[in-house]
């Protein structure tokens, strides 16, 4: 079973930077497509941004686009987003997830997720 732990969310300012990482269990991490997913209260989930297996292709949903940056550390079975800019907007609880399918999923693997939340 794939367990996904994320870590570093928390309670920055309008303009600030939080980086995200996401620990992943099991001897497999780097046959996972990763994601990183969001949902504030009363909105459905955002697809944020997604990394292949071998970190070389990379997708971002349009509200984040040159503002967040996936990464991942196949040797540490870590994934990062790093988020620059953030923007009050960007509130909301970040989910890490993995699938063994296409970068576009569907994922299959969720973390509990972590609180982010941008004062104006």
């Known amino acids: 079973q794939v367990q996904l732990v994320e870590s570093g969310g928390g309670l920055v300012q309008a303009g600030g930077s939080l980086r995200l990482s996401c620990a992943v269990s099991?001897?497999?991490?780097?046959?996972?497509?990763m994601g990183w997913f969001r949902q504030a209260p009363g909105k459905e989930r955002e697809f944020v941004a997604a990394?292949?297996?071998?970190?070389?292709?990379?997708y971002y949903g349009d509200s984040v686009k040159g503002r967040f940056s996936i990464s991942r550390d196949n040797a540490n079975n870590t994934v990062f987003l790093q988020m620059n800019s953030l923007k009050p907007e960007d509130t909301a609880v970040y989910y890490c997830?993995?699938?063994?399918?296409?970068?576009?999923?569907?994922?299959?693997?969720w973390g509990q997720g972590t609180q982010v939340t941008v004062s104006s």
């Open positions: 997830a993995a699938t063994n399918r296409l970068i576009m999923g569907p994922y299959d693997y």
């Open positions: 099991g001897r497999t991490f780097a046959t996972y497509t």
């Open positions: 990394i292949s297996r071998n970190g070389n292709t990379v």
